[in-house]
C-alpha cells in the first residue's frame, strides 16, 4: 500500500507539468518563510538577501509558466534554459552570501548605505556592484536552522530547484 503510494507520487511528480508545479509551490513556501522572518520574527533583509529574492521569485514565476503551459520537447528544454538563468543568478548571490558570512571578522566590509537610497541615487550597475561587494550587514548570521544559516539554505535550494527543473525539463520523456 505505502509502496503503491509512492510510485504513484513518484510518477506524478516526474511529470513535467506536475513537478514544475510542485517546485513552483516550494519557491512559494520558500518566500512565505522570508515574508515570515522579515514581518514576524523582524529579521530586516540585507540587500543581498533582497536580490535573492528576486532572483527566487523570478525562478518560481518560471516553474509556474512551465507548468501551465503545455511544451513540448523543444518548449520544456527552452524552459530548462530559462529555469537555470535565475536558478544560477540565486547560487551566484547566495554563494557570495555564505563567503561574506563566513569571513573573518577583521575582513568584513564597512556597513553601506541602505538599498532604497542606493538605487535612488546611483546607476543601476554601480548599485549591483555595491550591493554585491556586500557590507557589514550581509556578513552578520541572525538566524541558524541545523547549523546552517539562512542565505546557506537558500544556496542548497536554489541548487536543488534549479538542477531538479533543468532536469526534468531536459530529459526526452514525454509527459502523460
Not at 522570508?34 to 538577501?49: S, T
Request: aromatic share 10%; proline share 6%; glycine share 10%.
Amino acid at each position: 500500500m505505502i509502496i503503491d503510494t509512492l510510485n504513484t507520487l513518484r510518477t506524478l511528480l516526474f511529470q513535467p507539468r506536475i513537478g514544475n508545479f510542485a517546485a513552483f509551490i516550494a519557491c512559494t513556501g520558500m518566500m512565505g518563510f522570508a515574508l515570515f522572518a522579515q514581518h514576524v520574527l523582524h529579521l530586516e533583509p540585507c540587500p543581498l538577501c533582497i536580490f535573492q529574492r528576486v532572483a527566487l521569485i523570478t525562478l518560481g514565476g518560471v516553474f509556474l509558466l512551465a507548468a501551465i503551459h503545455p511544451a513540448g520537447r523543444i518548449g520544456r528544454r527552452i524552459y530548462a534554459v530559462m529555469l537555470a538563468a535565475p536558478a544560477l543568478a540565486g547560487v551566484g548571490v547566495a554563494g557570495r552570501h555564505v563567503w561574506l558570512q563566513n569571513l573573518p571578522k577583521d575582513q568584513v566590509p564597512a556597513c553601506g548605505p541602505g538599498l532604497d537610497f542606493m538605487v535612488d541615487t546611483f546607476p543601476m550597475l554601480e548599485v549591483l556592484d555595491m550591493v554585491l561587494s556586500g557590507s557589514g550587514e550581509c556578513a552578520e548570521v541572525v538566524w541558524r536552522f541545523l547549523g546552517l544559516s539562512m542565505p546557506t539554505w537558500t544556496l542548497v535550494c536554489f541548487l536543488a530547484l534549479g538542477g531538479w527543473g533543468v532536469w526534468l525539463n531536459w530529459t526526452n520523456r514525454q509527459p502523460t
